[in-house]
């Protein structure tokens, strides 16, 4: 499936669904207490959680441009260099205890967050990609056009 955004071919890479329980619930961390913060740093702005875990396919070793879309409407634009290692385990799908806190990564708290909220919600969360070298023009482009609502000048 292939959606135009700005003149911009994005294909569909998976439906983000976060990890659940029996019960069918969006399962939440806090990974936060297992970090030994020995030099006492406080949380990020983002760190608090709750976070969840979800993956996505692990043979996307793609460079490009990445929009997480819910319920249709773009409301995140990154760029990355592996698309699987931004999504997994090093990035949004996977909060380390180290993100939570100052000199962590906010960007990847925040959306993980974001995710979680609107999982929980029963809203149904998407991840498109545009492969190219170009990954920082578009990027500025499309966040600059699109305005999307969880990009840093947003939330």
Request: charged residues 30%.
């Amino acid at each position: 499936m292939i959606r135009g955004i700005l003149g911009y071919s994005f294909r569909f890479v998976t439906e983000i669904e976060p990890d659940r329980d029996q019960a069918g619930e969006v399962k939440e961390f806090l990974p936060q207490g297992r970090y030994r913060n020995k030099r006492d740093l406080r949380l990020n702005k983002h760190g608090s959680g709750p976070f969840c875990r979800f993956r996505i396919p692990r043979n996307l070793p793609f460079e490009g441009v990445y929009a997480i879309t819910v319920d249709g409407e773009i409301v995140y634009v990154g760029e990355c260099q592996n698309l699987s290692e931004r999504f997994n385990a090093r990035g949004y799908g996977t909060i380390s205890p180290r993100n939570c806190f100052e000199g962590g990564q906010p960007t990847n708290c925040r959306v993980n967050n974001c995710i979680l909220r609107r999982a929980k919600q029963g809203r149904k969360v998407e991840l498109w990609f545009h492969e190219t070298s170009n990954r920082r023009l578009v990027e500025t482009e499309l966040i600059r056009k699109l305005e999307p609502p969880w990009n840093a000048q947003h939330v």
